[in-house]
């Protein structure tokens, strides 16, 4: 029985839910230790439905949509597992490592990285498209942090935190289609950005090696994305 | 054994590290009797300062300019108070914004369906054959940079090739270099 | 400027034009097409040749917009003759006159497709590629000056606008709108009524109407020329959507290579503000309508309409994943009306004529008339507007004229970068959104680019390939990343270097792209690609590498 008037009726791979409007799909399934593949998400910031991991299928509805981005409505019935999502999942972290040039052995986030647990989870065991090699610059002209655009995935989650949480907005994206890019400030090297307050926020954001601090080896990396939310919290409730 | 994070530390040189940047981003050398200054100021004024109106302040800064050196965009950085970042990558996105100049004479080559369909390739090539340019390049002296376009809405003239501002019909491959030459030499 | 006023100035106006002391007008096409080809020397040297016969007090000449037939310009037209010169240059101008005002017959070498045709037609508008057509959003394009508001208001110009504000209410207007069927003409064919029920409904005290001329597709200039032939037609659509949804703003998005439209399009608000036809309250009502242009700055993907409110808002151009939809929370969170500048051209004869009598135009699904642009391997280049379920080979072979050369029609491409090809066996398909739709392709905005035999089908992919990728906002990894694979690997195939494998990655990569991007760009990217497949898989398999 309903107990809760406001709460509304979902179904989510079969399973029946009961669930706060308001609440986005993604939200729900996290809730109910119903796996969601992400990689855009960052809990803190705002959704942006770029990463396309998330997409689920929604009957009566023709169109993928994203779950991060998508709230949830009375009797919606949701899919996150058939097997064309699945292999759509496999397509974009495929496309995600032929993108740039990822090499897990000699990176600092080897082990730490998000990517490369994306990997697992799918079931990468090759990449079937060719890599593009694009030519990516390291920026090491922060004195602190090093920016690696060889590992950039462009989930943009370091401009987000950077401008909702942090509030500097160093960085940004420049160009457009295959040719962006992460930049800071007049596409200027990070060390000379007159906006960066060298809060190392974007490093915790940054799920892959692209963001790392300067000084440590492979294995030091602790990366932490969850102080990102408890931050945003804290700040709300100004202790 | 995990390093700690030098999040929350002071770098004692940071002042010293911020003034250097200032200088990076010359904002005092502004030749402000520039009478194209002046345009973006009005501009700047008629769009009261909004941070929306940056689309519009930039075209015509791109106009007066023929395109957006470092400091106007600086300048217009901060009169809208915007983060330089948000500035660049707006600039960056569009195709009409230009960081460097496309010199004095441009040769604008359209590559719409219809063009392409009539043989755009085949200036285009002529054009590299001729004068050694390839699309997006501009001449040693800066005198003729050699541009292509998404379709300039002159289907019915295929293939359009666009002189400085002066639309050439149906051109035909082999007379663009004299063409070209012709605008060059009266100019 | 009251109610009263707007009418005495239109009977005045009438008036005047009935009294006309010119016997002629003689209407010298200023589009943009033919201000290529030279119209405006044209119209210079024609003044001055009626100037030095002495008949400036007998004959008008007054610019207009596109006519039409854009590779036969300069045009110009005579009426009340109805005689259009083509390819008119300063050379034959003082003949031209000669024989048509002085001996009052036309030189019929010189006519309107006199070199195509057997025998030209004396007046034009028995010539098929006229009477084939039914001209609405188009209507007084190529009739009137575009840049004197005094023009449009003797051709019942701002009367709708005057019905809504005194005689309709807003609901009723909405009603009218539906009940004409109309569908949006940017692309995808959202009924263009309900669209403006959803905004009405949100309650909010700030809304916005916004007119797309972001016309992105190469090939199509359908926009453009009704920007440039008759802005004040798409400024009262705006202002009747702005009174039916309850928007007091309006901004009109016209991409930054179109300055002429720019310019005609911001005279024409100065004079509607000027009569009080827009601005704070028209005409003597308390309703307020102010529209702004905004530039565009050459990014095909503000087409779409999330996109195009960033860039209105000053920022990147990407979209942003629906819902919420725009009629929710659009232009800075308000609700917003987003329609292309043909359907706002189609309002005030929906408003003047009834919906039922635009209904009744076209097909059962698809009502009303569409704005073609022609181009590529045809005849007769240029603008035409007919109405839907017109067949292909009416436009191609009775406007058109048929193929350039006399060479065999191959495939047709509508919908530009994000529509399919239709080859030569459904060249009797009926162009409307849902015929369309099952042959693989879309209307697109309307353009529509004629292909011979020497086209490539595979490089025409390619092609359209290195547009998306190009035009890609790099937003989501799909589009970013999903159309640079399949444009490397249409070059390999372009390249002969293909084997079957990468043609069955391709195709996997395009249903992957299509079902999974974020915004209509990328859904629609692999189209071309998929609908080439689907007619000329052939040429796609000639081109693979053999392995044994």
Not at chain 1, 152 to 181: F, K, P, S, Y
Not at chain 2, 71 to 98: C, D, G, N, Q
């Amino acid at each position: 029985m309903n107990c809760y008037m406001n709460t509304i009726p979902i179904i989510i791979d079969d399973k029946k839910l009961e669930v706060d409007p308001g609440k986005t799909i993604l939200e729900v399934c996290r809730e109910n230790e119903i796996e969601i593949l992400t990689m855009c998400h960052l809990k803190g910031v705002l959704d942006i439905g770029a990463c396309r991991l998330c997409l689920v299928e929604i009957e009566g509805v023709n169109k993928l949509l994203s779950a991060c981005t998508t709230k949830v409505a009375a009797n919606m019935i949701i899919r996150t597992n058939t097997d064309r999502i699945k292999k759509y999942q496999r397509i974009t972290t495929e496309l995600f490592f032929a993108e740039r040039n990822h090499v897990c052995a000699v990176c600092v986030a080897n082990g730490k990285c998000e990517l490369q647990d994306l990997g697992y989870k799918v079931g990468l065991d090759h990449i079937r498209y060719p890599h593009l090699f694009p030519q990516c610059e390291v920026d090491t002209s922060h004195p602190w942090y090093v920016m690696d655009h060889n590992r950039c995935i462009m989930c943009t989650r370091c401009v987000r935190v950077c401008n909702e949480v942090e509030g500097a907005h160093n960085w940004d994206v420049m160009n457009r289609g295959h040719q962006v890019r992460v930049i800071s400030d007049f596409n200027s090297p990070w060390g000379e950005s007159v906006t960066c307050t060298s809060c190392g926020k974007c490093l915790h954001a940054c799920p892959t090696g692209a963001i790392w601090p300067k000084a440590i080896v492979q294995g030091q990396l602790q990366k932490n994305p969850g102080m990102i939310n408890e931050l945003v919290e804290k700040r709300k409730m100004k202790l | 054994m995990d390093f700690e994070l030098p999040l929350f530390l002071f770098n004692k040189n940071a002042g010293e590290f911020y003034m250097k940047s200032d200088t990076a981003v010359p904002v005092k050398d502004m030749p402000k009797t520039d009478p194209r200054m002046k345009l973006i100021a009005a501009k700047l004024k008629k769009e009261s300062f909004k941070p929306d109106a940056l689309i519009e302040i930039l075209h015509t800064a791109q106009n007066a300019y023929g395109y957006l050196p470092k400091e106007v965009l600086s300048y217009i950085t901060k009169a809208l108070h915007l983060p330089p970042s948000r500035v660049y990558s707006t600039v960056t996105f569009y195709h009409f914004f230009s960081l460097k100049s496309k010199g004095e004479h441009t040769c604008l080559v359209c590559t719409g369906t219809a063009c392409y369909v009539k043989g755009a390739q085949a200036i285009l090539n002529e054009i590299e054959r001729g004068l050694g340019l390839k699309a997006g390049q501009v001449t040693a002296d800066n005198k003729l940079g050699v541009q292509v376009a998404r379709c300039i809405g002159a289907c019915g003239l295929a293939p359009a090739v666009v002189l400085d501002d002066e639309v050439q019909a149906k051109v035909a491959p082999e007379e663009i270099v004299q063409k070209i030459n012709a605008k060059i030499g009266t100019l | 400027m009251n109610r009263q006023d707007l009418k005495t100035i239109i009977y005045a106006e009438k008036k005047k034009e009935e009294t006309n002391k010119y016997k002629h007008k003689i209407c010298v096409c200023c589009g943009a097409g033919c201000i290529s080809s030279g119209s405006e020397e044209v119209m210079k040297k024609l003044q001055e040749e009626i100037k030095t016969r002495g008949l400036e007090n007998e004959v008008e000449v007054i610019p207009t917009g596109c006519m039409g037939p854009c590779n036969q310009g300069p045009l110009m037209k005579f009426l009340p003759e109805y005689n259009i010169y083509q390819k008119v240059d300063c050379s034959n101008i003082a003949a031209i006159v000669q024989s048509q005002l002085i001996e009052k017959k036309p030189i019929e070498d010189l006519l309107l497709f006199a070199d195509s045709r057997e025998k030209p037609f004396i007046d034009a508008r028995d010539d098929p590629y006229f009477k084939k057509q039914l001209k609405i959003a188009l209507k007084n394009c190529g009739h009137i000056n575009p840049e004197r508001i005094e023009d449009y208001l003797v051709h019942n110009g701002y009367l709708a606008l005057d019905k809504v504000l005194f005689e309709m209410s807003p609901e009723e207007v909405i009603a009218e709108v539906k009940q004409s069927r109309i569908r949006g003409r940017g692309g995808a064919g959202y009924p263009a009524g309900l669209k403006w029920e959803t905004v009405y409904k949100y309650v909010n005290d700030q809304k916005y109407v916004i007119c797309n001329g972001d016309e992105g597709d190469p090939g199509a200039f359908m926009d453009r020329s009704v920007l440039e032939g008759n802005p004040h037609r798409v400024l009262e659509g705006m202002a009747i959507a702005g009174y039916a949804i309850g928007a007091n703003k309006g901004y009109a998005y016209i991409r930054g290579e179109y300055p002429l439209a720019i310019k005609r399009f911001e005279l024409a608000i100065k004079q509607a503000k000027k009569l009080g036809l827009l601005g704070n309250n028209i005409l003597g009502t308390t309703f307020s309508f102010d529209v702004e242009v905004r530039i565009g700055a050459g990014a095909f993907v503000c087409g779409e309409e999330t996109a195009l409110i960033a860039s209105i808002e000053g920022k990147r151009g990407t979209p942003r994943p629906r819902p919420p939809f725009p009629a929710e929370s659009g232009l800075w969170g308000k609700p917003t009306l987003i329609n292309n500048v043909e359907t706002f051209a189609a309002i005030s004869p929906i408003i003047n004529n009834g919906g039922e009598w635009y209904s009744e135009i076209g097909t059962p699904k698809s009502a009303g008339t569409k704005v073609f642009a022609l181009a590529g391997k045809i005849n007769y280049a240029g603008l035409i507007e007919v109405p839907m379920g017109t067949t292909l080979r009416e436009i191609v072979f009775d406007i058109g004229g048929g193929i350039q050369n006399g060479e065999e029609f191959k495939a047709a491409q509508t919908g530009g970068p994000s529509g399919g090809c239709i080859p030569a066996e459904h060249l009797d398909v009926k162009m409307d959104y849902e015929s369309l739709v099952s042959l693989g392709s879309i209307m697109g905005s309307g353009g529509l680019i004629i292909m011979d035999k020497s086209s490539d089908m595979v490089d025409v992919a390619r092609f359209f390939m290195e547009f998306c990728m190009d035009e890609s906002c790099g937003k989501c990894v799909p589009c970013r990343v999903g159309t640079r694979m399949m444009h490397d690997l249409l070059q390999k195939i372009c390249d002969n270097k293909a084997t079957q494998i990468d043609l069955d990655r391709l195709e996997e990569l395009a249903v992957y792209v299509k079902e999974t991007s974020l915004c209509g760009l990328g859904g629609s990217a692999p189209n071309p690609l998929l609908s080439t497949l689907r007619h000329f898989r052939k040429e796609y398999e000639s081109r693979i590498v053999q392995h044994d």
